[in-house]
T-cell receptor
């Protein structure tokens, strides 16, 4: 079945360090891929998405490229800030629900802590 | 828009009691989704609605779980005869249509003691 695997956390970085959070997926067909972020005490927010192979999603300095050949959607940021401390979730759209962006399969999440 | 609103934010209940959570979606959002998130895990899809029609029930965790959206606006998620394993955060989300980004509420934390 469809699934998402993310790198285990927590990840601790110093401010201005480079960030990579790995995400790979298993799916039939061509799902849409997402990164959601959950800041402390807040709800999940969409960070970025990509709907087809080779698409690059980007937002707030974060980027991820939909790689069909490696079934990956790794999240990267060139220079993290303390305010980026949060839990990051990789997700894919469940193909059983057509093109719905609301029926999602999530990874377990990766907690990022950025130290000043 | 005030965002997706969930109530209560925190609920502590004794095992065997019934609990109900309410979700108010963003105004005019037709799609409404319920997810459950346990500690250290990602959200798990439970059920969803298109207006008042519940389009998927089979992902609800057991027959103790039920959801309604009677007038196509707010929704309720009820858990009957709660068990300790039901302790989790219950998330609601909404979107204008199927193809749009969904917006999550802040969640309702349930602790069963």
């Amino acid at each position: 079945g469809n699934s998402v695997t993310q790198m285990e956390g927590p990840v601790t970085l110093s401010e201005e360090a480079f960030l990579t959070i790995n995400c790979t997926y298993t799916a039939t067909g061509y799902p849409s891929l997402f990164w959601y972020v959950q800041y402390p005490g807040e709800g999940l927010q969409l960070l970025l998405k990509a709907t087809k192979a080779d698409d690059k999603g980007s937002n707030k300095g974060f980027e991820a490229t939909y790689r069909k050949e490696t079934t990956s959607f790794h999240l990267e940021k060139g220079s993290v800030q303390v305010s980026d401390s949060a839990v990051y979730f990789c997700a894919l759209s469940d193909r059983r629900y057509g093109g719905s962006q609301g029926n999602l399969i999530f990874g377990k999440g990766t907690k990022l802590s950025v130290k000043p | 828009d005030t965002g997706v609103s969930q109530d209560p934010r925190h609920k502590i209940t004794k095992r065997g009691q019934n609990v109900t959570f309410r979700c108010d979606p963003i105004s005019e959002h037709n799609r409404l989704y319920w997810y459950r998130q346990t500690l250290g895990q990602g959200p798990e899809f439970l059920t969803y609605f298109q207006n008042e029609a519940q389009l998927e029930k089979s992902r609800l965790l057991s027959d103790r779980f039920s959801a309604e959206r009677p007038k196509g606006s707010f929704s309720t998620l009820e858990i009957q005869r709660t068990e300790q394993g039901d302790s989790a955060m219950y998330l609601c989300a909404s979107s204008p249509t199927a193809g749009n980004t969904i917006y999550f509420g802040e969640g309702s934390w349930l602790t069963v003691v």
